[in-house]
């Protein structure tokens, strides 16, 4: 059984960092695309950051130099590092997994998802 599940989330200020995890479970994810996406109230869910398929990163462009993203193969976690976070990018935060070679920043690309983790930046 494939599992996906965050960590990481919680309450920072505004211009804070926090670090979210995934850790992956049920098989090795090489070779797939991986991606953080966000969903704020309201809000339809959103690409924030991730791999693709070839391991290569990429960002939306509102993340771009504020965000990194990483991961630990050997324990197949990936990582969402912010920073400078801003009170407009508090959301429910999802990691998700593709299950094919390709790359995508649309959501129903994606097969396997999180539950999420919150993140909320206060003013």
């Known amino acids: 059984q494939v599992q996906l599940v965050e960590s990481g989330g919680g309450l920072v200020q505004a211009g804070g960092s926090l670090k979210l995890s995934c850790a992956a479970s049920?098989?090795?994810?090489?070779?797939?695309?991986m991606g953080w996406f966000r969903q704020a109230p309201g809000k339809e869910r959103e690409f924030v950051a991730g791999?693709?398929?070839?391991?290569?990163?990429h960002f939306a462009d509102s993340v771009k130099a504020r965000f990194t993203v990483s991961r630990d193969i050997a324990k197949n976690t990936m990582y969402l590092e912010m920073n400078s976070l801003k009170p407009e990018e508090t959301a429910v935060y999802y990691c998700a997994a593709g299950n094919g070679p390709y790359t995508s920043r649309s959501l129903n690309s994606y097969a396997y998802w999180g539950q999420g983790t919150q993140v909320t930046v206060s003013s």
């Open positions: 791999f693709t398929w070839s391991g290569s990163t």
């Open positions: 049920g098989r090795t994810f090489s070779g797939v695309p």
